[in-house]
């Protein structure tokens, strides 16, 4: 069984990555779009063969309460809208799937989570990495100690952003810059490399270019420490290209990718000439949303759901902190 999915927000990601990936995923299809732009309601209608009766822009988008076709929503909007349509998706009944990263906020994070447990619906977060076969097995090298215990990763993610007038660089609609948009990456592999949640954080951001950054963060370096001593150093920026990558450290060998967290062509490595991180290319939106589906066909909690976002903003807002006050940041508790 196929469930319908309805797509909000039409922009590169939705057009590129999800729509194509909606023809090859076996367990949900394209059944509904939400749009602010006629002219992209007429170009999807004709291409994905849509209904006019499953067309909604954001002021009737709470009438797909009403459409049976309709069983999960997923949120492709700029971050500061995420909490928005996620509360509005809870309240029309449906299940939802929210793109990274998660909302502006923890307290946006908190207020999506009680939505959609009020509602009884489940609400998935795209971290699409979590998917990916070579991540996959990088998790189960550090679980399983393959290379002994884990002890430093050096992690980061970014690139050169173009567009001075794009909504990533406005405070208001991104929340964030870099960090919020492609540090959360880098943030993720070092959660479930190490299964732990950081407790101290310590930054510093770099800005190059205080008029096109003048209101997001460029480029940041961290430090978190993790209960088990484990240590990650870690960095984003919007500065430039090159930085797209982890590595672990362990007592008896290390590992990694490069490229780590890019739509294909990611590279796996091992210190070890025996032990290879080799793969075929998935594709990571068709996988994620096949996941989800069937979670909601089999009635099994989805993972990662919202609760997996608000650990991301509750370290992102500790290195906020951090770079504010000058000085290492307890993150606070869930
Ligand atoms: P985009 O700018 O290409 O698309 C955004 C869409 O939102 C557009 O259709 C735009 O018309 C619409 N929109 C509605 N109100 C808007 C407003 N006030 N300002 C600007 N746009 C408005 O962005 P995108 O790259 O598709 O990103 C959308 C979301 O997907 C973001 O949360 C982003 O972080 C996430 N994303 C995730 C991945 C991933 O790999 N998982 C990749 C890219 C983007």
């Known amino acids: 069984k196929k469930l319908g999915w309805a797509l909000v927000g039409l922009g590169s990601l939705s057009k590129n990555q999800i729509a194509p990936a909606l023809q090859k995923t076996k367990h949900a299809r394209l059944a509904a779009i939400v749009t602010g732009t006629p002219a992209k309601a007429t170009e999807w209608k004709a291409k994905y063969a849509i209904p006019d009766s499953h067309v909604y822009d954001y002021e009737t988008f709470?009438?797909?309460?009403?459409?049976?076709?309709?069983?999960?929503?997923?949120?492709?909007?700029?971050?500061?809208?995420h909490e928005e349509f996620v509360v509005r998706g809870a309240k029309a009944g449906k299940h939802v799937f929210c793109e990274k990263p998660m909302a502006n906020s923890a307290e946006e994070c908190r207020k999506m989570i009680a939505a959609m447990k009020a509602a009884g619906k489940q609400l998935g977060v795209g971290y699409r990495c979590q998917f990916e076969p070579h991540h996959r097995e990088c998790m189960r090298l550090a679980k399983e100690k393959v290379f002994g215990p884990l002890k430093f990763i050096e992690a980061g993610f970014g690139f050169q952003i173009g567009d001075p007038k794009q909504w990533r660089l406005r405070k208001e609609l991104a929340g964030g810059g870099a960090l919020m948009?492609?540090?959360?990456?880098a943030l993720q592999a070092c959660r479930y490399l190490t299964g732990e949640e950081p407790v101290e954080i310590t930054a510093q951001e770099v800005k190059t270019d205080p008029v096109k950054f003048a209101e997001v963060d460029e480029t940041i370096s961290w430090s978190m420490k993790f209960p088990s001593g484990?240590?990650?150093?870690?960095?984003?920026?919007?500065a430039f290209n090159g930085a797209n990558f982890f590595t672990a450290i362990c007592e008896k060998g290390r590992f990694?990718?490069?490229?780590?967290?890019?739509?294909?062509?990611?590279?796996?490595?091992?210190?070890?000439?025996?032990?290879?991180?080799?793969f075929p290319a998935v594709d990571h939106f068709a996988t994620e949303m096949d996941a989800f589906s069937e979670a909601i066909l089999n009635g099994k909690p989805f993972a990662p759901a919202g609760e997996e976002g608000l650990r991301d903003l509750l370290a992102v807002e500790a290195i906020y902190r951090s770079i504010k006050d000058g000085k290492a940041a307890k993150v606070e508790a869930m």
């Not at 948009?181 to 990456?185: A, C, L, P």
């Not at 990694?256 to 080799?278: C, F, N």
């Open 230 to 238: 484990v240590v990650a150093s870690v960095m984003t920026t919007y």
């Open 181 to 185: 948009d492609v540090g959360v990456y």
């Open 62 to 81: 709470d009438k797909i309460a009403e459409n049976p076709d309709v069983d999960v929503i997923y949120i492709v909007l700029p971050n500061s809208m």
């Open 256 to 278: 990694g990718m490069d490229p780590a967290y890019s739509y294909d062509g990611l590279k796996g490595w091992t210190s070890k000439p025996d032990v290879k991180i080799e």
